[in-house]
């Protein structure tokens, strides 16, 4: 499974982790992605598009970018 939005493209990031002395090691931040069908909803043409399964952020779902397929 990619880590990868298919809607906001959102992808891992590289952060620092700082310990109490200071020192800082790499590390990665993955994005809250689930792989799921859905129907992605067009704001320019106000139409649904339906997709198959595909990963999808869960700030994507929760903003209403697009509609769960049950």
Not at 34 to 57: A, L, Q
Request: proline share 4%; aromatic share 4%; with cysteine.
């Amino acid at each position: 499974m990619s880590r990868i939005c298919s809607i906001c493209e959102k992808r891992p990031q590289v952060a620092n982790l700082v310990s109490h002395a200071n020192n800082k090691t790499k590390r990665w931040v993955y994005p809250n992605v689930h792989k799921m069908t859905f129907i992605k909803i067009d704001e320019t043409h106000k139409k649904r598009v339906p997709v198959r399964c595909d990963s999808v952020c869960t700030k994507c779902v929760k903003a209403g970018k697009i509609q769960k397929v049950l």
